[in-house]
């Protein structure tokens, strides 16, 4: 089992940046694909982005391709998601994720374990 905590949420006007990290419990977090969904007051909550276990490959929302980065540092159990260029559409609770093995996964019901999320809003 996992415990995830993520921090870096904020208020940030639009066209600005800001940073996430999701630091999570236990000796086995390179065996987790992580990812980031998000979720905007009375939508679902949407996939955001993935990365693999070894953090070879990243794979991301239409939405977010080319303004956000995820990565990770094992040696950290730390998963970040880099935001830039951020519009008032961004404005959401994002939650980190992880699920055991695999290489890519982008729906909710595919994670096994949550963050409590934290929140970011961006003013126009």
């Known amino acids: 089992q996992v415990q995830l905590v993520e921090s870096g949420g904020g208020l940030v006007q639009a066209g600005g940046s800001l940073g996430l990290s999701c630091l999570a419990s236990?000796?086995?977090?390179?065996?987790?694909?992580m990812g980031w969904f998000r979720q905007a007051p009375g939508k679902e909550r949407d996939f955001v982005a993935s990365i693999s276990r070894s953090g070879g490959s990243t794979y991301y929302a239409d939405s977010v391709k080319g303004r956000f980065t995820i990565s990770r540092d094992n040696a950290k159990n730390t998963v970040y998601l880099q935001m830039n260029s951020l519009e008032p559409e961004d404005t959401a609770v994002y939650y980190c994720a992880a699920r055991s093995g695999g290489n890519y996964y982008y729906t909710v019901r595919q994670y096994d374990y949550w963050g409590q999320g934290t929140q970011v809003t961006i003013s126009s």
């Open positions: 236990g000796r086995t977090f390179s065996s987790y694909t």
